[in-house]
Each structure stands twice: as C-alpha cells, then as structure tokens.
Nanobody, 115 residues
Framework: QVRLMESGGGLVQAGGSLRLSCAAV????????MGWYRQAPGKQRDLVAS???????NYMESVKGRFTISRDNAENTVYLQMNSLKPEDTAVYYC?????????WGQGTQVTVSS
C-alpha cells in the first residue's frame, strides 16, 4: 500500500502561483508514473500533468507553459508548480501513483483562484 500526502493548496488571486507537493510513503516516486489530476465540482477528474519513470512529462493543453511537474527522488516527493493561475484552475487536485496493477490516490488538496 502506498500513501500519498498532498499539500500546498490554498486560495490565491488570479495571476498568482502555488506549488503542490505529493509525498509518498511505502513506494518510491522514481519507479511509477506519477500524476496530478484535478476535479472541479460537477466535472470529471482530468489529468493535469504526469511524469514517467524516464522523466517524460505530459500536460493538459490548458496548463502548458504555466504548470511544471517535477520529482525529487531524494525527498520521494513530486511537485506541481503552478504559475499564472486562472479562476478556471479552481479544483481539488489529486496526486496519483500508477505502476502496473497498482493505482493509488492522495486525499486531494483544494486550489481556489479568485478573479
């Protein structure tokens, strides 16, 4: 069992920045594909960004150039740096660990961007 602990969410004005952190317990973040997803009220959960074992990254089109996913293997933590935030980025953000048959989720952290 892998536990994922997210932090760093909060309330920020449009144009501001936040950095989300996802610390893993019971698994190494260097091994699986790690991802950040988000879910706004009444909407589906969408992939925002992911990073694979060989450090290939993938981003949702609407966040390209504004968000950056990174991984610190020594800290066993994955980050999502979010810049130039927009009100439409408001959602609960979830960390995801995916490796073979294993698929774990964090509890989510709320990001609210005011206009």
């Amino acid at each position: 069992q892998v536990r994922l602990m997210e932090s760093g969410g909060g309330l920020v004005q449009a144009g501001g920045s936040l950095r989300l952190s996802c610390a893993a317990v019971g698994g190494r973040v260097s091994v699986p594909t790690m991802g950040w997803y988000r879910q706004a009220p009444g909407k589906q959960r969408d992939l925002v960004a992911s990073i694979t074992r060989d450090s290939s990254t993938n981003y949702m089109e609407s966040v390209k150039g504004r968000f950056t996913i990174s991984r610190d293997n020594a800290e066993n933590t994955v980050y999502l740096q979010m810049n130039s935030l927009k009100p439409e980025d408001t959602a609960v953000y979830y960390c995801n660990y995916r490796f073979g048959q294993y698929n774990f989720w964090g509890q989510g952290t709320q990001v609210t961007v005011s206009s």
